[in-house]
């Protein structure tokens, strides 16, 4: 973690569902929206279930375990805000509920990442209002 | 058959020279293209009634009033990043064959090299988040440093190559059957610059798996086309091309590409058997293809989401110069986005044309009748026409 006045990247809006998402996660909790009709887990968050149509939902918490599906490794800035990071690899999980996110894996360098790595959730409180969602290896039971 | 079939043609292509540098705004280069294929076509700017416009800016309005044209009937965007001038043909198409407009152009243009580019985009910033996967790119993608395709694209590229076990000679053919065409095409900026397996291989990373040579260029310039009815097309100046099929489209979501179940199904595999029913013809009629060319990786799955082969198997189509001038399915022959410019794919537009009138000299398909062109863009949307002489 980095303290607050230091934290120069880039921050999500907080605003409509992203502020709801985000929200849970500066409390520690990994929260999709869940199809109060059909069950469908579902990200991004949406307005409706693309599923099945239904505007009703509830925010349910991800036990937060998955598998690394695909990355993407950045060896050139392409942002000011991650020069530093480079290079760095935007990783796609894939949650045990069947949602993707887009994330990073904190413990695992890019060339060692490998599709179905398990990993599990871990928070990083980047300022005082925003945590961000990570992953980190989780050794198999 | 379908209405649409054989109802409007290409009339019109023409282009600006593709530079590293340029004096010229983005609105003067869109003008000046614009100018060249209405010379091309043997129209006259007031002749010009409708646009569709596959990028936000100049806008119509900008380009009306700079051209002088009397009676602007029709206009409409595309805003699909560089699936948009290929469905903006499909527009321009049924505009014509019912008589809205007579004589729709379709322009592209940009500094994407003197500009704020994606060069600059690890100073400055990106230049700003289309509307269309913006919202989904600043809230989701961008706290975890992605904000430029070679980096969302790497995405399906990193997963494509093990699930397909793709080896590095696959997007390499890619690269390189496009550099050498650009060797015959005197518009091509990368002509005079040949590349090799060595050089290739050799090249720095931008973002993995794609290496430089696996990323399109960003040139300064314009190109434009013309699209009319199949009736006034035979009065032209130039030999009519027509716009067999044609169709878009999208990925599930197409506003997010984490969460696709289809990971591998871009928009071009909903959009090609439609095209291909519209054109009644199949791929095996084709005698060139022109592909949107963003990244190599994403030509060989656009030569899958058209049938040539099946998925995953596009690599080892490539080989042994399959794709080249003189193989079975030549594609890109004027160098694509890899290496003629960066004007979003219009240019393929023009070279497919250009192809059908016989008009391509050291470069020319022999006999060709039939040929393809994709466009690709955003997250993964779709677009495709055929065309035939």
Redesign the interface.
């Given at each position: 973690m980095e303290a607050t006045s230091q934290y120069k990247r880039l921050l999500p809006p907080m605003r409509g569902l992203a502020r709801d998402f985000y929200g849970y996660c500066k409390q520690h909790e990994l929260r999709f929206q869940k199809c109060s009709s059909c069950g469908a887990w579902r990200h991004v968050p949406r307005e409706m279930c693309p599923d099945c149509g239904s505007f009703d939902y509830e925010w349910a918490k991800s036990a937060g375990k998955g598998k690394v599906f695909s990355w993407s490794t950045t060896s050139q800035p392409m942002l000011p805000q991650f020069a530093d990071a480079v290079p760095y690899a935007i990783v796609i999980v894939e949650l045990d509920e069947g949602v993707r996110m887009a994330t990073w894996v904190v413990d695992v360098p890019p060339d060692q990442l490998r599709i179905g790595l398990p990993v599990e959730v871990q928070f990083d409180d980047v300022t005082e209002e925003v945590t961000l969602p990570k992953f980190r290896l989780r050794k198999q039971a | 058959m379908h209405p649409l079939k054989d109802k409007a043609c290409v009339v019109g292509v023409g282009e600006t020279a593709y530079t590293r540098g340029t004096d010229r705004s983005q609105l003067n280069q869109i003008l000046h293209a614009t100018m060249a294929a209405l010379d091309d076509a043997g129209l006259k700017p007031h002749d010009i009634d409708g646009m569709v416009l596959p990028m936000p800016m100049p806008t119509v309005e900008h380009l009306a009033a700079n051209l002088g044209i009397p009676d602007l009937r029709y206009s409409a965007s595309s805003n699909i990043g560089g699936a948009a001038p290929v469905a903006a043909v499909q527009t321009a198409a049924m505009a014509v064959a019912l008589g809205i407009a007579n004589n729709v152009l379709i322009p592209v243009g940009w500094n994407a090299y003197s500009g704020a580019g994606?060069r600059g985009?690890?100073?400055?910033?990106?230049v700003g988040l289309p509307p269309s996967f913006g919202l989904?790119m600043?809230?989701?993608?961008?706290?975890?440093?992605?904000?430029?395709p070679?980096?969302?694209f790497?995405?399906?590229a990193?997963?494509y190559i093990?699930?397909f076990q793709v080896p590095i000679e696959g997007p390499a053919a890619v690269a390189l059957a496009a550099r050498k065409h650009a060797q015959l095409n005197d518009k091509a900026y990368m002509r005079g610059r040949p590349l090799t397996m060595e050089d290739y291989r050799n090249a720095?990373?931008?973002?993995?798996p794609f290496r430089l040579f696996d990323c399109c260029l960003e040139t300064d310039g314009a190109c434009a086309v013309i699209i009319s009815s199949a009736e006034r097309a035979k009065d032209l100046k130039q030999r009519p091309v027509y716009i067999a099929g044609t169709a878009e489209g999208h990925p599930?979501?197409a506003?997010?590409?984490?969460?696709r179940k289809d990971?591998f199904k871009i928009g071009l595999f909903y959009a090609a058997p439609k095209a291909f029913e519209m054109a009644e013809v199949g791929v095996r009629d084709l005698d060139f293809v022109q592909i949107y060319d963003c990244f190599t990786h994403i030509v060989l799955l656009e030569l899958e989401a058209l049938g040539v082969c099946k998925l995953g198997e596009a690599w080892q189509f490539v080989q042994n110069g399959r794709i080249e001038l003189g193989g079975e399915l030549p594609f890109n022959t004027h160098g694509g986005l890899l290496s003629e410019a960066h004007v979003a794919g219009v240019n393929h537009i023009a070279e497919a044309t250009r192809q059908l009138r016989g008009q391509c000299g050291e470069r020319q398909v022999k006999d060709a009748e039939v040929g393809v062109v994709t466009g690709f863009g955003d997250f993964g949307d779709g677009s495709l026409v055929v065309l035939r002489r």
């Open positions: - | 994606v985009a690890g100073r400055s910033g990106p989904t600043s809230e989701y993608y961008m706290p975890y440093g992605l904000a430029v070679a980096q969302w790497a995405w399906l990193t997963r093990q699930e720095r990373m931008i973002a993995q599930l979501p506003d997010d590409i984490p969460g990971f």
